[in-house]
């Protein structure tokens, strides 16, 4: 190996990319810096136990959650053994309890708190993990998303969204141990959607296509090579399919090429789609199929690695009726594998110290076995 490349081996990728979808948003591909002493987030403990005595959430203990808002019945279970439920949240961010009015004093403004918090018990097994479930729980568990999603909207003009998302492990914002994750529905628009809808409206005027549909197509058919002007070398060469981590009948696992986070993931329709609400029972199999597989590969990858995920879809609101044809639903899997330092905190731009394509490729190396 030569001096040069030696050189540019250290120095590693030390790049801007710039979020395709957000273009105000930067995130920093350095991966030198991933040779530098730190302290990584450890993985989870998993708590494997299918059953614990003192977990609210745990089979025959219904009595110790707040108020019961619905449950699934396990097919084939006996009779009280259920798959899913939803409760209230104990510790609710948004509630519905006071009606404070809405204060503006000076440059300071305070909208009421309203609207609605709650806790989906994804499954009666304490310590099983997203990628350990079946194919058609998890097909069921996006269904009862669905549904209560639709229901909370249908409850209240006043609620504007409604947020969808998984917190795994102490980083990622988990305190209980049994897997669950939560629905917060909001009298505004959150800004990172409001952001994705704005700026896909944009491109949308300007190109006539949705912004997500030609990432699709991009990482599908897309190739290309980019030589050095004075020394011809190949600076950067991507294949068709080098950031297809995992594809079904209907959806595919995306790594963004502008990564936030080192493993961060995002599972798309492979066709126009919009509204998560509308989505088929035949489409959420086959993404739940797709979900599956995609965490299989991470935990393959980085083993326990804590995580968020979270469900961006488009605003039930006439507002957003013209940008049904330029925004796309979309799950996105971030999994936390680095503590942000005080320049991300300070600048807002994420840094990423291993590159999107080396991800990517070892994420779709993992050989799954087949069902």
């Not at 409850?155 to 969204?161: A, I, P, Q, T, V």
């Not at 326990?304 to 488009?314: E, R």
Request: aromatic share 8%; proline share 5%; charged share 25%.
């Amino acid at each position: 190996m030569s001096q040069q490349d030696n050189d540019k081996q250290e120095l590693g990728t030390r790049e801007l990319r710039i979020n395709p979808i957000i273009p105000t948003e930067s995130v920093l591909i350095a991966t030198a810096r991933s040779m530098r002493p730190q302290k990584a987030e450890d993985a989870a403990p998993r708590d494997t136990r299918h059953h614990v005595e003192r977990c609210p959430f745990c089979l025959g203990n219904e009595d110790k959650t707040p108020p019961e808002i619905t449950r699934i019945a396990k097919e084939g279970g006996e009779e009280g053994e259920w798959a899913i439920r939803i409760v209230e949240n104990l510790y609710p961010v948004l509630g519905d309890d006071r009606q404070n009015p809405d204060m503006v004093f000076g440059l300071q403004q305070a909208i009421n708190g309203y609207g609605r918090h709650e806790v989906i018990v994804d499954h009666s097994q304490h310590g099983i993990a997203i990628h350990e479930m079946s194919q058609s729980h998890l097909s069921l568990l996006f269904q009862t998303y669905q549904k209560r999603m639709k229901e909370l909207y249908e409850s209240d003009e006043r609620l504007k969204y409604v947020l969808i998302f998984k917190n795994f492990g102490p980083a990622a914002g988990a305190s209980m141990a049994h897997t669950h994750s939560q629905i917060i529905a909001t009298p505004v628009i959150p800004q990172n959607v409001q952001d994705e809808v704005t700026y896909s409206k944009k491109y949308y005027e300007k190109h006539h296509h949705c912004i997500f549909c030609t990432l699709v197509d991009e990482a599908l058919t897309y190739e290309a090579t980019i030589y050095d002007r004075d020394s011809g070398e190949v600076v950067r060469k991507i294949n068709v399919g080098q950031y297809v981590v995992e594809r079904g009948k209907h959806f595919i696992a995306i790594k963004p090429f502008a990564s936030r986070y080192e493993w961060e993931v995002h599972i798309l329709p492979l066709v126009h789609k919009s509204d998560f609400i509308k989505a088929t029972e035949e489409e959420l199999d086959d993404f739940a199929l797709v979900l599956k597989r995609t965490m299989q590969r991470l935990d393959a990858v980085i083993g326990g690695a804590q995580y968020n995920y979270f469900l961006h879809t488009i605003p039930l609101d006439e507002q957003y009726d013209n940008c049904k044809n330029s925004f796309h639903w979309h799950l996105e899997i971030c999994p936390r594998t680095s503590i942000p330092s005080g320049f991300e905190l300070g600048s807002g731009l994420f840094v990423n110290t291993v590159s999107p394509e080396e991800a990517a490729a070892q994420l779709s190396a993992v050989v799954l076995d087949e069902e």
